[in-house]
DNA sequence: AGATTATCTACCGACAATATCAGTAAATATGCT
DNA sequence: GCTATATTTACTGATATAAGTAATAGATAATCC
């Protein structure tokens, strides 16, 4: 099959490249399944950390900062190695921060106790040098002790004598970085040395023993990084990204990093002589590390000024915060105005007052804290549980920034959770105590300035990604970018959930009881004016269905205030787009935002997907997604000026306009009826009435805020390049992590950007322009030329959309998505009315969507003809709309249900129609059940109006079906596979390791708690995970996760502690399979188009199943989508998974008891050979009964209690025998069945037979994506 | 045609069933109507019960006629809530609004309601317990009348004011009222003077470190009179719980 | 073994009940030789 | 001095809360004898 003249079909190579890459042999990330909660043992710890245990390390981490209480870390760091608990955590960062602490401490102190931490820090270092606690010194490592030597050795102005442990001078440092492949250079240049002429000292130092040792390419390349140092810097440094890599031509073929197989550099070498020492420039070390940096991460650093801008903005935010409310405030005292009442409207003074205030409150607080911590600190006995310190956590932060934080968060948190006028507490307090994790780790990662790497890791032009060899490269260049990173970034640990509440209620509880406001009423008697000093914010409880909820409230003076104004002031960095290209992903925690940490998956409340995670990025499998998110991420972005004046002028009106809600209520407040004192049903009415208004008003708020936002965001980057970093969900979907403004938004956000670049449209892009156009007016079930005729049509109504937006006829307000539309009318006319219209260059970026997408992948899987004409997957003349062609199926059932006087169908006759099904259709893929349908429809038949809105309900319920069953019947296959997924879900999700299976029955039940569960269901841990074709393991999160309530000083707040493991919700887990797994396909689809695009030069964005590129660039990026979808359909994707179950959980084993379920039976009887299945099932479990080897296949496990062991096999091994015969009695089966194991991957069902249909037929599909 | 439902009761009056009773001024002989009912034994019963009273003050549905009585039959649990003296930990709501309307009798006595299955219906599907609602069928089971007080504490109108203190105090039902006052609204700390004045005569003042468990009805009356003649007591009483958005 | 009864109810993206009390386990004080 | 016992304290789990079961009630997996 071939693609139409227009589009341009790739270079077969990449094909081959990518086909080959998709069918790779699998590399699976397999790991343990968690243990239940009452069987977690040491070894346990090694994956999964407790809670106590992450809290100690935070502790420790937090001790360390600023040497705020070295003993106390050093103590929990003792207790932690010996006790081996977390040392997954124990990151060798940290021992060199260790190292560096001991080293300051011994510089510090003026006491004689230099001796002691000397000596404590070479005692480390040898245990490093060892090896045993599975870390290894790193450039940080020597360069920390290199200079410690240097301070404090033998040769040093203040020698100290140390005599507990080994001292190493140069000659042996160096000869142990030799061993370890460290670039003495990296040394020398590390972030320990603070001063170029420590910097030199140490390039002395190690030439030195260089020289004595006899290792002249040591010396030489000391030399070179000494020369490096005082290079001039490139005056090239702005030139764009288009000349890749190095500056200076000698130098990057005189220095050329060599890197192992790890990615660990070992040595520089050159092939000239050292290059001349320049007299004239001073060494700088700062020079050096730019230099160094290129040549590691092999691409250009960022420019120092665009660096630094972006470092502005990451971390001013809160320093421009406090400078605005302060020049408020002082603008309020200059102009002399004592008048209280005027003092008090305005929010920022007040806020000022507050930051003032609670401060001064907090040094105090937390002085006292402190007193009190350390006295029980000192009663309390080792071991003994205890709830951890926050005065360390507290000391990481200002007071000043900790006040800022804890007020601007709170402001922030206006109206959340429907809470009227306040917020949850529990919401507010973790907001806050993340904040303060969140500000003290941008500050570690701005710490260290160190040069940030630029380009595009899978830039056009490099290898073939998809080729071995380029994949190889590629992983083997993040490595070493990641190492270089890392050992240059400080360490910081996670916190518990617990630390973030307690921080959070200490501050907030402190801000509550400084925090006032002048509050004035006319008294409601009287009529005289009232003026009270009130707090600003209150606590509170209501009640949602019987529910306590904690909250915090506005003060009503602080709410009116917010009301009007909304704030710009809670913007926080991480909620911004980026001014330079965003960190390329250098692990699954490092890239995206340069001075935040930044994690490439968002995570749901499970320790396991980040556990997957990290072992697939570290064993190198992530390559293609982090290049794909690098893809995404490196896409530039600007700001639509025209747009943007338009959006201004609405905003600044407060009208109601084009979806942007007034800003007060344009219906009245609902009145209160006069007899509804005495008339409960008037009462109720209106009380129902009330709320929805006030509902209305809150969410026009926040709508209002969110625009704000988005207003403000626009604004501050007018004229400026922009870049989104982009992470991904559980599933494998990339999403842009600025959450305000981006391309994932609303109509209004996407209308506000563009792309960077311009592009000139050419013949078919402004064919395509037009296209666009069409679609976002909702014209988009036409063919092609009718859109583009639409268009023809309509010119006027665009033309004057583009001139006159507000004043002339608002055509465009009319569209789908008003402000897309209006800016395509813009470019549009801009085009047509330029001298030459092909040649326009334009930055719109149009859309090519799939139709259904979902259904898509499904049609492509199961090879279903029928299914995939009605999703475009077959070509055609005109598109085919699945949505009306379903309304008409159920309305020709209608039709003949009329024939029997149905009374419904009497009542829906010809009143089908697309609207009624499309959410319906759409949202099959997702497994809507009958109840979700039915509420569709009745939704929509409720908005119809013509139906009389009681029999709605009922009306619905007999369509619900109709639609239902119509679909099913249209896509048979996805049908099929949807049930096949959930089947395998549920045996998953009920599946038990068969080591724990062993164990949990030979050891006796812990402590004889009265359990009603039974055991078999508490060792349900088994999640569904998954790898797509791209290499990413995606493991589904969900379990019945157990909250509880903890103490702060507000109120309880009910929280759950994720590193508890908790059974799996086996429901969730089969209900949610099949979407997800498509997602994780659709996924895979974008990223592997993403990278095709860039290898092809196009600008790539995309919005899941939208993909956006230029509108010259339209065809070449419809070859590609078809490219990647077929390459991705035809590697079998559904056998490949199904061989990954049998792997993945080969020695698992599922509990008979929990296959007696109807649903288990029923599925098996819907199969197309429903008997056999039965029957075959029925053969399954004899022959695990009469096969030798199975042994744990047959242990009979009783449902209600933990039988001990020898039990079993006496149970067991009569029985074993007795069945060869009976195999056949029914009621022998089923007593079988009951409280028996079976293989999982014995009983996974087979595949669903392929359909007919060959997924290439795409290619010839013009709608398939448009 | 439920008993739950507002309309049931307009409807009645539209038929005309209630044509022959005579509205009694409040301070009047008590009304020739007589309310007679078997709450049922679930959340709709407590919700029922709950609201008849609280249209005693308000003189709203029946009590348009008066202050007729009611008589009836409810559940072990239901009654110890309703009757929960002060200082009793089933102190609640319910307890201090019945309390302050009405003068709540035991009907029968509960002895003479026993064994269930004797004279109620549906039996419990076994003697055992189950859970909820099914737990709850086969409890023993109380008979009440209430006559409503010609005087209410409770001024028309002040329901929603009652409502709206007791429900979020009895939140820190064991809290001192000098802590708990503070989730009124800001600055509801205030309000203690009032309780506390040296205008007061001794006895009725009311210590900081009651909770509101411990509340007698009398505290109450102080409280929500303070409460009244509080400039500053917040507006909206009726809205006052979050909602849980859609879509 | 079979009816009864709690639990859902569309995926992801932004989360989340709480005060109080009774009973128990652990820690401390008291008692005893 | 040291263990046995009494008393206090800390911890855990259960329960009530509000109130037109949020606007709605049918299928289904789980649970009881």
Same mark, same amino acid.
């Given at each position: 099959?071939?693609?139409?003249?227009?589009?341009?079909?790739?270079?077969?190579?990449?094909?081959?490249?990518?086909?080959?890459?998709?069918?790779?042999?699998?590399?699976?990330?397999?790991?343990?399944?968690?243990?239940?909660?009452?069987a977690?043992?040491?070894?346990?710890?090694?994956?999964?950390?407790?809670?106590?245990?992450?809290?100690?390390?935070?502790?420790?981490?937090?001790?360390?900062?600023?040497?705020?209480?070295?003993?106390?870390?050093?103590?929990?760091?003792?207790?932690?190695?010996?006790?081996?608990?977390?040392?997954q955590?124990?990151?060798?960062?940290?021992?060199?921060h260790?190292?560096?602490?001991?080293?300051?401490?011994?510089?510090?102190?003026e006491?004689?106790?230099?001796?002691?931490?000397?000596?404590?820090?070479?005692?480390?270092?040898?245990?490093?040098?060892?090896?045993?606690?599975?870390?290894?010194?790193?450039?940080?490592?020597?360069?920390?002790?290199?200079?410690?030597?240097?301070?404090?050795?033998?040769?040093?102005?203040s020698?100290?004598?140390?005599?507990?442990?080994?001292?190493?001078?140069?000659?042996?440092?160096?000869?142990?970085?030799?061993?370890?492949?460290?670039?003495?250079?990296?040394?020398?240049?590390?972030?320990?040395?603070?001063?170029?002429?420590?910097?030199?000292?140490?390039?002395?130092?190690?030439?030195?023993?260089?020289?004595?040792?006899?290792?002249?390419?040591?010396?030489?390349?000391?030399?070179?990084?000494?020369?490096?140092?005082?290079?001039?810097?490139?005056?090239?440094?702005?030139?764009?990204?288009?000349?890749?890599?190095?500056?200076t031509?000698?130098?990057?073929?005189?220095?050329?990093?060599?890197?192992n197989?790890?990615?660990?550099?070992?040595?520089?070498?050159?092939?000239?002589?050292?290059?001349?020492?320049?007299?004239?420039?001073?060494f700088?070390?700062e020079?050096?590390?730019?230099?160094?940096?290129?040549?590691?991460?092999?691409?250009?650093?960022?420019?120092?000024?665009?660096?630094?801008?972006?470092?502005?903005?990451?971390?001013?935010?809160?320093?421009?915060?406090?400078?605005?409310?302060?020049?408020q405030?002082?603008?309020?005292?200059?102009?002399?105005?004592?008048?209280?009442?005027?003092?008090?409207?305005?929010?920022?003074?007040?806020?000022?007052?507050?930051?003032?205030?609670?401060?001064?409150?907090?040094e105090?607080?937390?002085?006292?804290?402190?007193?009190?911590? #350390? +006295?029980? !600190? %000192?009663?309390?006995?080792?071991? &003994?549980? *205890?709830?951890?310190?926050?005065?360390?956590? /507290?000391?990481?932060l200002?007071?000043?920034?900790l006040?800022?934080?804890?007020?601007?968060?709170?402001?922030?948190?206006?109206?959340?959770?429907?809470?009227?006028?306040?917020?949850?507490?529990?919401?507010?307090?973790?907001?806050?105590?993340?904040?303060?994790?969140?500000?003290?780790?941008?500050?570690?990662?701005?710490?260290?300035?160190?040069?940030?790497?630029?380009?595009?890791?899978?830039?056009?032009?490099?290898?073939?990604?998809?080729t071995?060899?380029?994949?190889?490269?590629?992983?083997?260049? #993040? +490595?070493? !970018? %990641?190492?270089?990173?890392?050992? &240059?970034? *400080?360490?910081?640990?996670?916190?518990?959930? /617990?630390?973030?509440?307690?921080?959070?209620?200490?501050?907030?509880?402190?801000?509550?009881?400084?925090?006032?406001?002048?509050?004035?009423?006319?008294?409601?008697?009287?009529?005289?004016?009232?003026?009270?000093?009130?707090?600003?914010?209150?606590?509170?409880?209501?009640?949602?269905?019987?529910?306590?909820?904690?909250?915090?409230?506005?003060?009503?003076?602080?709410?009116?205030r917010?009301?009007?104004?909304?704030?710009?002031e809670?913007?926080?960095?991480?909620?911004?787009?980026?001014?330079?290209?965003?960190?390329?992903?250098?692990?699954?925690?490092?890239?995206?935002?340069?001075?935040?940490r930044?994690?490439?998956?968002?995570?749901?409340?499970?320790?396991?997907?980040?556990?997957?995670?990290?072992?697939?990025?570290?064993?190198?499998?992530?390559?293609?997604?982090?290049?794909?998110?690098?893809?995404?991420?490196?896409?530039?972005?600007?700001?639509?000026?025209?747009?943007?004046?338009?959006?201004?002028?609405?905003?600044?009106?407060?009208?109601?306009?084009?979806?942007?809600?007034?800003?007060?209520?344009?219906?009245?407040?609902?009145?209160?009826?006069?007899?509804?004192?005495?008339?409960?049903?008037?009462?109720?009415?209106?009380?129902e009435?009330?709320?929805?208004?006030?509902?209305?008003?809150?969410?026009?708020?926040?709508?209002?805020?969110?625009?704000?936002?988005?207003v403000?965001?626009?604004?501050?980057?007018?004229?400026?390049?922009?870049?989104?970093?982009?992470?991904?969900?559980f599933?494998?979907?990339?999403?842009?992590?600025?959450?305000?403004?981006?391309h994932?938004?609303?109509?209004?956000?996407?209308?506000?950007?563009?792309?960077?670049?311009?592009?000139?449209?050419?013949?078919?892009?402004?064919?395509?322009?037009?296209?666009?156009?069409?679609?976002?007016?909702?014209?988009?079930?036409?063919?092609?030329?009718?859109r583009?005729?639409?268009?023809?049509?309509?010119l006027?109504?665009?033309?004057?959309?583009a001139?006159?937006?507000?004043?002339?006829?608002r055509?465009?307000?009319?569209?789908?998505?008003?402000?897309?539309?209006?800016?395509?009318?813009?470019?549009?006319?801009?085009?047509?009315?330029?001298?030459?219209p092909?040649?326009?260059?334009?930055?719109?970026?149009?859309?090519?969507?799939?139709?259904?997408?979902?259904?898509?992948?499904y049609?492509?899987?199961g090879?279903?003809?029928?299914?995939?004409?009605?999703?475009?997957?077959?070509?055609?003349d005109?598109?085919?709309?699945?949505?009306?062609?379903?309304?008409?199926?159920?309305?020709?059932?209608?039709?003949?249900?009329?024939?029997?006087?149905?009374?419904?169908?009497?009542?829906?006759?010809?009143?089908?129609?697309?609207?009624?099904?499309?959410?319906?259709?759409?949202?099959?893929?997702?497994?809507?059940?009958?109840?979700?349908?039915?509420?569709?429809?009745?939704?929509?038949?409720?908005?119809?109006?013509?139906?009389?809105?009681?029999?709605?309900?009922?009306?619905?319920?007999y369509l619900?079906?109709?639609?239902?069953?119509?679909?099913?019947?249209?896509?048979?296959?996805?049908?099929?596979?949807?049930?096949?997924?959930?089947?395998?879900?549920?045996?998953?999700?009920?599946?038990?390791?068969?080591?724990?299976?062993?164990?949990?029955?030979?050891?006796?039940?812990?402590?004889?708690?009265?359990?009603?569960?039974?055991?078999?269901?508490?060792?349900?841990?088994?999640?569904?995970?998954?790898?797509?074709?791209?290499?990413?393991?995606?493991?589904?999160?969900?379990r019945?996760?157990?909250?509880?309530?903890?103490?702060?000083?507000?109120?309880?707040?009910?929280?759950?502690?994720?590193?508890?493991?908790?059974?799996?919700?086996?429901?969730?887990?089969?209900?949610?399979?099949?979407?997800?797994?498509?997602?994780?396909?659709?996924?895979?689809?974008?990223?592997?188009?993403?990278?095709?695009?860039?290898?092809?030069?196009?600008t790539?964005?995309?919005?899941?199943?939208?993909?956006?590129?230029?509108?010259?660039?339209?065809?070449?990026?419809?070859?590609?989508i078809?490219?990647?979808?077929?390459?991705?359909?035809s590697?079998?994707?559904?056998?490949?998974?199904?061989?990954?179950?049998?792997?993945?959980?080969?020695?698992?084993?599922?509990?008979?008891?929990?296959?007696?379920?109807?649903?288990?039976?029923?599925?098996?009887?819907?199969?197309?050979?429903?008997?056999?299945?039965?029957?075959?099932?029925?053969?399954?479990?004899?022959?695990?009964?009469?096969?030798?080897?199975?042994?744990?296949?047959?242990?009979?496990?009783?449902?209600?209690?933990?039988?001990?062991?020898?039990?079993?096999?006496?149970e067991?091994?009569?029985?074993?025998?007795?069945?060869?015969?009976?195999?056949?009695?029914k009621?022998?089966?089923?007593?079988?069945?009951?409280?028996?194991?079976?293989?999982?991957?014995d009983?996974?069902?087979?595949?669903?037979?392929?359909?007919?249909?060959?997924?290439?037929?795409?290619?010839?599909?013009?709608?398939?994506?448009? | 045609?439920?008993?739950?439902?507002?309309?049931?009761?307009?409807?009645?009056?539209?038929?005309?069933?209630?044509?022959?009773?005579?509205?009694?001024?409040?301070?009047?002989?008590?009304?020739?109507?007589?309310?007679?009912?078997?709450?049922?034994?679930?959340?709709?019963g407590?919700?029922?019960?709950?609201?008849?009273?609280?249209?005693?003050?308000?003189?709203?549905?029946?009590?348009?006629?008066?202050?007729?009585?009611?008589?009836?039959?409810?559940?072990?649990?239901?009654?110890?809530?309703?009757?929960?003296?002060?200082?009793d930990?089933?102190?609640?709501?319910?307890?201090?609004?019945?309390?302050?309307?009405?003068?709540?009798?035991?009907?029968?006595?509960?002895?003479?309601?026993?064994?269930?299955?004797?004279?109620?219906?549906?039996?419990?599907?076994?003697?055992?317990?189950?859970?909820?609602?099914?737990?709850?069928?086969?409890?023993?089971?109380?008979?009440?009348?209430?006559?409503?007080?010609?005087?209410?504490?409770?001024?028309?109108?002040?329901?929603?004011?009652?409502?709206?203190?007791?429900?979020?105090?009895?939140?820190?039902?064991n809290?001192?009222?000098?802590?708990?006052?503070?989730?009124?609204?800001?600055?509801?700390?205030?309000?203690?003077?009032?309780?506390?004045?040296?205008?007061?005569?001794?006895?009725?003042?009311?210590?900081?470190?009651?909770?509101?468990?411990?509340?007698?009805?009398?505290?109450?009356?102080?409280?929500?009179?303070?409460?009244?003649?509080?400039?500053?007591?917040?507006?909206?009483?009726?809205?006052t719980?979050?909602?849980?958005?859609?879509?």
């Amino acid at each position: 099959m071939e693609y139409p003249p227009f589009m341009p079909s790739s270079s077969s190579s990449i094909h081959n490249d990518m086909h080959g890459f998709l069918r790779r042999p699998a590399q699976y990330t397999i790991l343990p399944a968690p243990l239940p909660a009452d069987a977690a043992d040491e070894a346990h710890q090694h994956l999964f950390t407790d809670s106590p245990t992450q809290d100690r390390i935070a502790v420790m981490d937090a001790c360390l900062h600023d040497l705020h209480d070295v003993p106390r870390a050093k103590e929990i760091f003792e207790l932690l190695r010996e006790s081996m608990r977390g040392d997954q955590l124990l990151d060798v960062r940290l021992y060199n921060h260790f190292l560096q602490a001991f080293y300051e401490m011994a510089t510090r102190k003026e006491s004689s106790n230099h001796a002691h931490w000397l000596e404590e820090a070479w005692i480390l270092y040898n245990e490093m040098e060892t090896g045993r606690e599975g870390v290894q010194p790193t450039a940080n490592t020597y360069a920390i002790m290199l200079r410690m030597w240097l301070r404090f050795g033998p040769d040093s102005e203040s020698p100290v004598q140390i005599s507990a442990a080994k001292v190493h001078d140069p000659m042996s440092l160096l000869r142990s970085m030799i061993g370890r492949a460290v670039a003495p250079a990296l040394v020398v240049a590390d972030r320990a040395f603070t001063t170029s002429e420590e910097a030199t000292e140490a390039i002395k130092a190690l030439s030195r023993a260089a020289v004595q040792m006899s290792l002249p390419s040591i010396v030489n390349e000391l030399g070179l990084a000494d020369s490096l140092g005082r290079q001039v810097d490139d005056p090239l440094e702005d030139v764009p990204e288009a000349i890749p890599v190095m500056k200076t031509k000698d130098l990057s073929a005189a220095v050329e990093a060599r890197r192992n197989e790890d990615g660990t550099v070992s040595q520089f070498t050159t092939d000239e002589p050292a290059p001349r020492l320049d007299g004239d420039i001073p060494f700088n070390l700062e020079t050096l590390r730019r230099h160094l940096g290129q040549v590691i991460l092999a691409r250009r650093v960022l420019s120092e000024d665009l660096v630094l801008r972006q470092r502005l903005l990451e971390e001013s935010v809160y320093n421009v915060a406090v400078e605005r409310l302060k020049h408020q405030a002082e603008l309020f005292d200059q102009l002399g105005l004592p008048n209280k009442s005027l003092h008090s409207t305005d929010l920022r003074t007040w806020m000022w007052h507050w930051h003032v205030k609670l401060q001064a409150r907090i040094e105090a607080e937390l002085a006292n804290l402190e007193v009190e911590e #350390r +006295v029980i !600190a %000192r009663l309390k006995r080792k071991g &003994s549980k *205890e709830d951890p310190q926050l005065s360390p956590f /507290l000391k990481l932060l200002k007071p000043e920034k900790l006040s800022l934080i804890t007020v601007l968060e709170l402001m922030h948190l206006h109206g959340s959770g429907g809470v009227q006028d306040g917020m949850k507490t529990a919401r507010a307090l973790l907001a806050v105590g993340r904040a303060v994790e969140g500000e003290h780790k941008a500050e570690m990662c701005k710490k260290n300035n160190i040069s940030v790497p630029n380009a595009n890791p899978a830039r056009s032009g490099d290898q073939n990604v998809f080729t071995n060899l380029g994949y190889r490269d590629l992983h083997a260049r #993040r +490595v070493t !970018a %990641r190492k270089y990173m890392e050992d &240059s970034e *400080e360490w910081t640990s996670d916190w518990s959930q /617990l630390v973030r509440v307690k921080i959070g209620s200490f501050l907030v509880d402190c801000l509550m009881d400084v925090a006032t406001v002048q509050r004035s009423i006319k008294d409601p008697r009287t009529g005289e004016k009232l003026t009270e000093e009130q707090p600003a914010f209150f606590h509170s409880y209501e009640y949602q269905r019987g529910h306590k909820l904690g909250v915090i409230k506005f003060n009503p003076a602080v709410a009116e205030r917010m009301s009007k104004e909304p704030l710009a002031e809670t913007l926080h960095p991480r909620h911004l787009p980026m001014l330079v290209k965003p960190k390329p992903w250098l692990s699954y925690n490092n890239g995206g935002y340069l001075y935040n940490r930044t994690w490439a998956m968002r995570f749901k409340e499970s320790r396991e997907q980040e556990l997957y995670l990290r072992h697939a990025s570290d064993a190198g499998r992530l390559e293609l997604v982090f290049a794909g998110l690098d893809v995404l991420s490196s896409t530039p972005w600007q700001i639509n000026r025209s747009v943007f004046d338009v959006v201004l002028k609405v905003w600044n009106s407060g009208e109601r306009f084009a979806k942007i809600p007034p800003a007060v209520p344009d219906e009245p407040e609902p009145e209160r009826p006069p007899n509804m004192d005495f008339d409960n049903k008037a009462k109720m009415v209106y009380l129902e009435r009330q709320k929805s208004w006030m509902q209305t008003k809150a969410a026009n708020h926040s709508d209002r805020c969110s625009i704000n936002y988005k207003v403000e965001i626009a604004r501050a980057f007018l004229g400026d390049t922009i870049y989104l970093p982009h992470n991904v969900d559980f599933r494998g979907r990339a999403y842009p992590i600025p959450p305000h403004l981006s391309h994932i938004g609303d109509d209004l956000s996407r209308g506000l950007l563009l792309f960077g670049e311009a592009k000139p449209l050419g013949a078919r892009g402004l064919r395509w322009l037009k296209i666009h156009l069409a679609n976002l007016a909702g014209y988009d079930k036409a063919s092609f030329d009718e859109r583009v005729e639409f268009v023809h049509e309509h010119l006027d109504d665009i033309y004057d959309s583009a001139e006159r937006p507000l004043e002339g006829g608002r055509w465009w307000t009319k569209a789908d998505d008003p402000w897309q539309c209006l800016a395509t009318c813009i470019e549009l006319k801009a085009a047509l009315t330029s001298p030459e219209p092909e040649a326009y260059e334009c930055a719109l970026p149009v859309h090519q969507d799939g139709t259904c997408n979902g259904l898509q992948h499904y049609a492509a899987l199961g090879g279903d003809a029928v299914g995939a004409a009605q999703v475009n997957l077959a070509a055609a003349d005109r598109p085919s709309d699945v949505y009306t062609y379903v309304a008409k199926m159920v309305e020709d059932q209608i039709q003949r249900d009329l024939k029997e006087d149905h009374p419904f169908a009497k009542l829906l006759a010809g009143k089908i129609s697309r609207k009624v099904v499309k959410q319906t259709v759409m949202t099959t893929v997702y497994g809507v059940t009958f109840v979700g349908a039915r509420d569709q429809i009745e939704r929509q038949l409720k908005d119809r109006g013509d139906v009389p809105i009681e029999q709605c309900w009922l009306a619905a319920s007999y369509l619900a079906k109709k639609v239902l069953a119509s679909i099913g019947d249209l896509f048979k296959g996805a049908k099929e596979i949807q049930t096949w997924l959930n089947t395998c879900a549920r045996l998953v999700a009920k599946a038990i390791p068969q080591d724990r299976l062993v164990q949990s029955m030979t050891e006796p039940p812990p402590k004889a708690k009265r359990s009603n569960q039974p055991r078999w269901k508490k060792e349900q841990m088994t999640s569904v995970v998954w790898t797509t074709p791209l290499g990413l393991p995606i493991v589904q999160p969900y379990r019945s996760i157990k909250r509880k309530q903890v103490m702060t000083a507000l109120q309880t707040v009910f929280i759950s502690d994720p590193n508890i493991p908790s059974t799996v919700n086996a429901q969730k887990q089969a209900s949610a399979f099949p979407p997800n797994f498509i997602h994780s396909l659709d996924a895979t689809h974008m990223m592997l188009t993403a990278l095709e695009c860039r290898s092809q030069g196009l600008t790539f964005a995309s919005v899941h199943d939208s993909y956006w590129t230029h509108a010259g660039s339209i065809d070449q990026m419809n070859a590609i989508i078809r490219d990647t979808f077929i390459a991705l359909h035809s590697s079998d994707v559904l056998s490949a998974l199904a061989q990954e179950f049998r792997e993945r959980y080969a020695d698992y084993k599922v509990p008979l008891v929990s296959l007696q379920g109807p649903a288990m039976k029923k599925l098996n009887l819907e199969g197309a050979a429903a008997p056999e299945d039965i029957q075959a099932l029925k053969e399954i479990v004899s022959d695990e009964v009469e096969k030798p080897e199975e042994e744990e296949a047959s242990l009979v496990l009783d449902a209600e209690d933990d039988l001990e062991l020898e039990e079993l096999e006496e149970e067991v091994k009569p029985k074993k025998r007795k069945p060869k015969k009976s195999a056949k009695s029914k009621e022998d089966v089923e007593q079988r069945l009951a409280g028996k194991f079976v293989n999982l991957v014995d009983i996974l069902p087979a595949l669903p037979e392929k359909g007919k249909f060959d997924v290439k037929a795409i290619k010839e599909s013009q709608y398939f994506f448009s | 045609m439920s008993g739950h439902s507002w309309d049931t009761y307009s409807q009645m009056e539209e038929t005309g069933i209630l044509k022959d009773v005579e509205s009694q001024p409040w301070d009047g002989p008590v009304p020739n109507l007589h309310f007679v009912s078997h709450l049922p034994v679930s959340v709709k019963g407590e919700q029922l019960v709950a609201q008849l009273f609280r249209c005693i003050p308000e003189r709203s549905w029946l009590f348009q006629y008066g202050r007729v009585p009611m008589s009836i039959i409810l559940t072990d649990y239901v009654w110890s809530r309703l009757s929960a003296p002060p200082r009793d930990s089933r102190r609640c709501k319910l307890a201090v609004i019945s309390e302050a309307t009405a003068d709540v009798k035991p009907a029968i006595d509960p002895a003479e309601l026993a064994p269930y299955a004797d004279y109620f219906h549906p039996v419990p599907v076994v003697a055992g317990v189950h859970k909820s609602v099914s737990k709850r069928i086969g409890q023993p089971m109380h008979a009440f009348t209430a006559i409503p007080y010609e005087e209410q504490v409770i001024q028309r109108g002040d329901t929603e004011k009652w409502d709206f203190c007791l429900r979020r105090l009895f939140v820190l039902k064991n809290t001192p009222l000098k802590a708990a006052l503070n989730s009124l609204a800001p600055g509801a700390t205030s309000l203690m003077k009032d309780l506390t004045d040296a205008r007061i005569p001794m006895e009725e003042r009311v210590k900081p470190t009651k909770s509101p468990r411990d509340l007698t009805l009398a505290d109450w009356t102080l409280l929500l009179r303070a409460f009244n003649n509080w400039p500053f007591r917040p507006e909206d009483l009726m809205i006052t719980d979050a909602f849980k958005e859609e879509d």
